[in-house]
Each structure stands twice: as structure tokens, then as C-alpha cells.
């Protein structure tokens, strides 16, 4: 598997049962799991607390936290590269075409305009649910056709709140 961290680092990773291998050299690495999420390493004699933030969703891409310091790391594997040899990666790509409210909530304050364009992470809006302020954020680049709430409507789960074209 390729693995590429902060976009400019790239790593060949093998990892099996028993052994974890970078670039062709197998590390020698005690691991324990605290939790779900987040695991403390120890890799040549020194402490590491790996958390993972934020995984996407087919767990190509992740958000990690090493020690506070934080690490965008993106993954392919074997039927990745097929794909691109194929030419059909961006074909698979995911094509993010609207943004539904994820529960019931009050638009607090609209960040976007339509014609606008946004990349993946931008905020969208804030959506107020159970006296909490939402930031609803862009899965995906694109550009903003249509905005169907205002800042004040009430808005039910899962009803569309800005399309993209």
C-alpha cells in the first residue's frame, strides 16, 4: 500500500499479522491500545500516542494526532493503482452533488454564497441542534449552485440545504 502523509511524504507500507514494513525495512514497534481510537507506540526506544481524528469514509484518508502534532495521511492500495492505470480513478471519484442537515437544527449563519467555490473542509454554515452550534463543512470540492435555507429557517434531518453543481 502507498501511503503519502501531509501530502509530501510518501511511504511503501506492508503490514501483516506478526510485522509492519516501511520502504522495505521491518520495524520493530510495541503497540497498545487505550482505546477505540488511540494507541500508544513505542518505536525505537521512544513514546508515541497516535489518535485517530477523523477517517473517511472507505478509510482511504484519515486525520491522525502523533504526540499533538497533527498528520493528514491518504492511502492506496493495489486496486488503487489499477484504477489509475486504467485511467477510471477520477470516473470513481465521489461526486458530492448536495448537502442534506445531518439532524433537526436552526441555521444560525449561512458562510457560502451561491456561484461561490469551496474546497473539501470549507465551512458551509452553522446549524444550531440541542443548544449546540453545528459547523457543517464541505466533504468535497465543487461550487455552490443553490442555497435553499435562510439564516433563521428551521430545518428537519436530512433535508436539503445547499446543492452543488
Same mark, same amino acid.
Given at each position: 500500500?502507498?501511503?503519502?502523509?501531509?501530502?509530501?511524504?510518501?511511504?511503501?507500507?506492508?503490514?501483516?499479522?506478526?510485522?509492519?514494513?516501511?520502504?522495505?525495512?521491518?520495524?520493530?514497534?510495541?503497540?497498545?491500545?487505550?482505546?477505540?481510537?488511540?494507541?500508544?507506540?513505542?518505536?525505537?526506544?521512544?513514546?508515541?500516542?497516535?489518535?485517530?481524528?477523523?477517517? +473517511?469514509?472507505?478509510?482511504?484518508?484519515?486525520?491522525?494526532?502523533?504526540?499533538?502534532?497533527?498528520?493528514?495521511?491518504?492511502?492506496?492500495?493495489?486496486?488503487? +493503482?489499477?484504477?489509475?492505470?486504467?485511467?477510471?480513478?477520477?470516473?470513481?471519484?465521489?461526486?458530492?452533488?448536495?448537502?442534506?442537515?445531518?439532524?433537526?437544527?436552526?441555521?444560525?449563519?449561512?458562510?457560502?454564497?451561491?456561484?461561490?467555490?469551496?474546497?473539501?473542509?470549507?465551512?458551509?454554515?452553522?446549524?444550531?441542534?440541542?443548544?449546540?452550534?453545528?459547523?457543517?463543512?464541505?466533504?468535497?470540492?465543487?461550487?455552490?449552485?443553490?442555497?435553499?435555507?435562510?439564516?433563521?429557517?428551521?430545518?428537519?434531518?436530512?433535508?436539503?440545504?445547499?446543492?452543488?453543481?
Amino acid at each position: 500500500m502507498k501511503v503519502k502523509v501531509n501530502e509530501q511524504y510518501n511511504f511503501n507500507v506492508v503490514v501483516s499479522e506478526k510485522t509492519i514494513t516501511v520502504d522495505g525495512q521491518a520495524l520493530d514497534i510495541d503497540a497498545k491500545e487505550l482505546s477505540a481510537n488511540t494507541q500508544h507506540i513505542i518505536y525505537e526506544h521512544k513514546s508515541y500516542t497516535v489518535e485517530v481524528l477523523e477517517r +473517511e469514509e472507505g478509510g482511504k484518508q484519515a486525520t491522525i494526532r502523533v504526540n499533538g502534532n497533527l498528520y493528514q495521511v491518504d492511502m492506496e492500495d493495489q486496486y488503487d +493503482e489499477l484504477l489509475k492505470q486504467l485511467g477510471m480513478d477520477s470516473a470513481a471519484a465521489h461526486k458530492v452533488q448536495e448537502i442534506k442537515a445531518p439532524m433537526p437544527g436552526l441555521v444560525l449563519q449561512l458562510m457560502v454564497t451561491e456561484g461561490q467555490e469551496v474546497t473539501k473542509g470549507d465551512s458551509l454554515l452553522v446549524l444550531e441542534a440541542m443548544k449546540m452550534e453545528n459547523i457543517i463543512k464541505s466533504p468535497a470540492a465543487g461550487m455552490v449552485k443553490r442555497i435553499l435555507v435562510q439564516k433563521g429557517d428551521k430545518v428537519e434531518k436530512n433535508g436539503i440545504l445547499i446543492q452543488f453543481a
